[in-house]
């Protein structure tokens, strides 16, 4: 019977990039000086379960690479060869490769053959040329025959394996008595289809390493129960060959520990589930039409007498608690700790530094914090660009570190936290900190627009004008003025923001902030000029009604409200967006975007709600200050202001007096 495997390709694709990521951070860890085994068990193991799925999909070049590097990994973790430097650099090159093999598999981009070859290579002359002499005596120390115990627990049949199939491929390693185990099989009557009751005694006549049987149950291992000896007559032999097993066997189970050991792995089995990232976005996108249902029927029922509609108002009510819980549940099921960005830095930081002759140091802070998957992979690219600024540019030579009576180590820091309705990810070093008169220089030079006695912040805010850099030299690292622009308007266009502190000698500090999903927001309803607006209430301060004496003009900047002795640039949203003349706003919202505040003057208070965030440059081109829109109970279609736009705006259009 044949079977198409390719529907099993996705899973092994995703498993096999989450297992050269621990891989990797093994590596470093081991290299870093860690001395627990079980970290290079841990790299072994991803080693191997990647050969497995690649031999059985027919991934030629990753099996064969996979094959060296187990080998390699194999005798450093039985205490054959020690652990050397070069070693640990040659296998961090070969999960390099491995990646574009993964990726040439996956999507048929090809890999560079030369770097297939260099790192066959490095891993060749890593084993010396006494791999094989090796692994020749290991082959004449095996036994002459295994037992297999074999007890299937419920969630192997769940993910669609077949027992059976497991028996037949151990058939080609050699002859194979096979005795099915029943004393737990109960009644007919008392059968349970969701409990496995039969296993099997297995007993292989055929002289063959342990690592070939640890490859024909390599993806059902942890779901079930296996136990793996060497047949009594030759056990002696074999205890070398047990030490390097691929996973220590557990005890032989009696009778009642058997029942209980598949019920434990399929509990642990059934804890979590792979589902598509589609089929999430589907529930997401219902969920938001729930809440504009449940926003209609609410607007509906404010009409009705409050007398007999009591009952409704109270099951809305409830309908309303109950929908925002299951709105942030399903949210949540997108929800991923930002260390699925953090942890590539490692090998990142270690790599540059090497290349530049820095000793730098990486610390994270916050790795648990969730982010939506959708912006986790958005952020990924500003943060690397990021990081290879702080290193490149931010953190000095040993030399000039220690001339400044600095640690000759440097330190970046990676930190991430909840604060209010954002995430705040930070990226730190305690480098040269940025030069203001340089940069001033720069941008003299350039022909930018510089305020007259302009503060740190204001000097900062050059680095972000496009092309703009420092650097006398061009390099492939930075220098070319395709960087923090291109950051910061890809911060922006996720609905986040930027902001950079520094330093002279003290370092550089840059702040991103985000919110925590794009989907569904908490927002404050507005009217003005005949038309409903949505500000996120993440960014509104207060609200408040101005006395006339509190706004000024001022030449160049326009209007200003003062607030408890702050002036604020003055903003009409009716006059900005174009909308009909109300005559006049007589309220005032102050919101802060961009680590600036803003009034912004609207004729009434509408209320506060859920919104449902659609994307409007899926049907319309890209609004400035507009962030999106969204539908209301009443089926009107409202805009999201975009309150970083808006202040971004501000700075850019000449002021009227």
């Given at each position: 019977?044949?079977?198409?495997?390719?529907?099993?390709?996705?899973?092994?694709?995703?498993?096999?990039?989450?297992?050269?990521?621990?891989?990797?951070a093994g590596l470093l860890a081991?290299?870093?000086?860690?001395?627990?085994?079980?970290?290079?068990?841990?790299?072994?193991?991803?080693?191997?379960?990647?050969?497995?799925?690649?031999?059985?999909?027919?991934?030629?070049?990753?099996?064969?690479?996979?094959?060296?590097?187990?080998?390699?990994?194999?005798?450093?973790?039985?205490?054959?060869?020690?652990?050397?430097?070069?070693?640990?650099?040659?296998?961090?090159?070969?999960?390099?490769?491995?990646?574009?093999?993964?990726?040439?598999?996956?999507?048929?981009?090809?890999?560079?053959?030369?770097?297939?070859?260099?790192?066959?290579?490095?891993?060749?002359?890593?084993?010396?040329?006494?791999?094989?002499?090796?692994?020749?005596?290991?082959?004449?120390?095996?036994?002459?025959?295994?037992?297999?115990?074999?007890?299937?627990?419920?969630?192997?049949?769940?993910?669609?394996?077949?027992?059976?199939?497991?028996?037949?491929?151990?058939?080609?390693?050699?002859?194979?008595?096979?005795?099915?185990?029943?004393?737990?099989?109960?009644?007919?009557?008392?059968?349970?289809?969701?409990?496995?009751?039969?296993?099997?005694?297995?007993?292989?006549?055929?002289?063959?390493?342990?690592?070939?049987?640890?490859?024909?149950?390599?993806?059902?291992?942890?779901?079930?129960?296996?136990?793996?000896?060497?047949?009594?007559?030759?056990?002696?032999?074999?205890?070398?060959?047990?030490?390097?097993?691929?996973a220590p066997a557990p005890a032989?189970?009696?009778?009642?520990?058997?029942?209980?050991?598949?019920?434990?792995?399929?509990?642990?089995?059934?804890?979590?589930?792979?589902?598509?990232?589609?089929?999430?976005?589907?529930?997401?996108?219902?969920?938001?039409?729930?809440?504009?249902?449940?926003?209609?029927?609410?607007?509906?029922?404010?009409?009705?007498?409050?007398?007999?509609?009591?009952?409704?108002?109270?099951?809305?009510?409830?309908?309303?608690?109950?929908?925002?819980?299951?709105?942030?549940?399903?949210?949540?099921?997108?929800?991923?700790?930002?260390?699925?960005?953090?942890?590539?830095?490692?090998?990142?930081?270690?790599?540059?530094?090497?290349?530049?002759?820095?000793?730098?140091?990486?610390?994270?802070?916050?790795?648990?914090?969730?982010?939506?998957?959708?912006?986790?992979?958005?952020?990924?690219?500003?943060?690397?660009?990021?990081?290879?600024?702080?290193?490149?540019?931010?953190?000095?030579?040993?030399?000039?570190?220690?001339?400044?009576?600095?640690?000759?180590?440097?330190?970046?820091?990676?930190?991430?936290?909840?604060?209010?309705?954002?995430?705040?990810?930070?990226?730190?070093?305690?480098?040269?900190?940025?030069?203001?008169?340089?940069?001033?220089?720069?941008?003299?030079?350039?022909?930018?627009?510089?305020?007259?006695?302009?503060?740190?912040?204001?000097?900062?805010?050059?680095?972000?004008?496009?092309?703009?850099?420092?650097?006398?030299?061009?390099?492939?690292?930075?220098?070319?003025?395709?960087?923090?622009?291109?950051?910061?308007?890809?911060?922006?266009?996720?609905?986040?923001?930027?902001?950079?502190?520094?330093?002279?000698?003290?370092?550089?500090?840059?702040?991103?902030?985000?919110?925590?999903?794009?989907?569904?927001?908490?927002?404050?309803?507005?009217?003005?000029?005949?038309?409903?607006?949505?500000?996120?209430?993440?960014?509104?301060?207060?609200?408040?009604?101005?006395?006339?004496?509190?706004?000024?003009?001022?030449?160049?900047?326009?209007?200003?409200?003062?607030?408890?002795?702050?002036?604020?640039?003055?903003?009409?949203?009716?006059?900005?967006?174009?909308?009909?003349?109300?005559?006049?706003?007589?309220?005032?919202?102050?919101?802060?975007?961009?680590?600036?505040?803003?009034?912004?003057?609207?004729?009434?208070?509408?209320?506060?709600?859920?919104?449902?965030?659609?994307?409007?440059?899926?049907?319309?081109?890209?609004?400035?200050?507009?962030?999106?829109?969204?539908?209301?109970?009443?089926?009107?279609?409202?805009?999201?202001?975009?309150?970083?736009?808006?202040?971004?705006?501000?700075?850019?259009?000449?002021?009227?007096?």
């Open positions: 019977m044949s079977m198409d495997l390719q529907r099993f390709h996705a899973t092994y694709f995703e498993e096999s990039r989450e297992g050269l990521d621990a891989m990797e081991l290299e870093g000086g860690s001395l627990d085994p079980e970290v290079v068990n841990s790299v072994f193991r991803a080693a191997h379960s990647i050969k497995g799925g690649a031999a059985t999909f027919g991934f030629d070049k990753m099996t064969a690479l996979t094959h060296v590097l187990e080998t390699l990994l194999d005798e450093i973790r039985s205490g054959k060869r020690a652990l050397a430097a070069s070693a640990v650099d040659a296998m961090l090159g070969s999960v390099d490769v491995l990646r574009a093999l993964l990726a040439e598999s996956e999507h048929g981009k090809p890999a560079d053959p030369v770097a297939v070859a260099a790192v066959h290579a490095r891993l060749g002359q890593e084993l010396g040329g006494s791999g094989e002499t090796k692994a020749a005596a290991r082959v004449d120390a095996e036994p002459e025959g295994w037992d297999i115990a074999f007890s299937p627990a419920p969630s192997l049949f769940m993910s669609g394996n077949d027992p059976l199939r497991i028996l037949r491929e151990l058939e080609h390693l050699g002859p194979l008595d096979v005795a099915a185990r029943l004393e737990r099989l109960p009644a007919f009557a008392q059968l349970d289809p969701l409990e496995a009751c039969i296993a099997w005694d297995l007993g292989l006549q055929a002289k063959v390493p342990r690592s070939a049987i640890d490859d024909v149950f390599a993806w059902v291992v942890d779901d079930c129960t296996l136990d793996i000896q060497p047949q009594p007559a030759v056990a002696a032999v074999a205890v070398a060959t047990a030490a390097v097993a691929a032989p189970a009696t009778t009642g520990t058997a029942a209980a050991a598949p019920s434990a792995a399929a509990a642990e089995a059934e804890s979590s589930i792979r589902v598509s990232v589609d089929k999430v976005d589907a529930l997401i996108n219902l969920v938001g039409e729930l809440v504009i249902t449940q926003a209609m029927l609410k607007q509906v029922s404010g009409g009705l007498d409050p007398g007999l509609s009591e009952r409704l108002t109270a099951g809305l009510e409830l309908l309303e608690r109950n929908t925002r819980d299951l709105q942030e549940a399903v949210i949540g099921v997108r929800m991923l700790p930002v260390d699925a960005v953090f942890r590539r830095f490692p090998r990142l930081v270690r790599d540059l530094s090497a290349r530049l002759g820095k000793q730098v140091r990486l610390r994270t802070i916050g790795e648990g914090t969730e982010l939506d998957k959708g912006l986790i992979e958005k952020i990924a690219d500003p943060l690397v660009h990021l990081v290879r600024n702080s290193i490149d540019h931010g953190l000095e030579l040993p030399e000039a570190r220690r001339a400044a009576g600095k640690d000759e180590t440097g330190t970046i820091t990676l930190a991430a936290s909840h604060q209010g309705g954002h995430i705040v990810i930070e990226v730190a070093d305690d480098g040269r900190g940025l030069n203001r008169g340089r940069i001033l220089e720069k941008a003299a030079e350039r022909g930018l627009a510089i305020p007259e006695n302009p503060t740190d912040a204001q000097v900062w805010d050059l680095i972000f004008q496009a092309g703009f850099s420092t650097a006398d030299q061009v390099t492939d690292l930075s220098g070319r003025g395709v960087g923090m622009d291109v950051v910061r308007s890809n911060i922006q266009a996720l609905g986040g923001e930027v902001q950079l502190e520094s330093g002279e000698g003290r370092g550089t500090r840059v702040v991103i902030r985000l919110p925590l999903t794009l989907a569904i927001l908490d927002g404050m309803v507005v009217s003005t000029g005949g038309e409903i607006l949505i500000l996120p209430l993440n960014h509104v301060l207060e609200a408040l009604q101005p006395e006339a004496d509190d706004i000024r003009t001022v030449a160049g900047d326009g209007r200003v409200l003062r607030v408890r002795g702050e002036y604020l640039p003055l903003l009409s949203l009716s006059g900005h967006y174009g909308f009909q003349d109300p005559g006049t706003e007589s309220l005032v919202v102050v919101v802060e975007g961009d680590g600036q505040k803003l009034a912004l003057e609207v004729e009434e208070l509408v209320g506060q709600q859920q919104v449902v965030v659609k994307n409007l440059e899926r049907n319309y081109r890209r609004v400035p200050g507009i962030s999106g829109a969204t539908i209301l109970g009443d089926g009107h279609v409202a805009l999201i202001v975009d309150v970083g736009g808006l202040v971004r705006l501000r700075h850019q259009l000449p002021q009227a007096a």
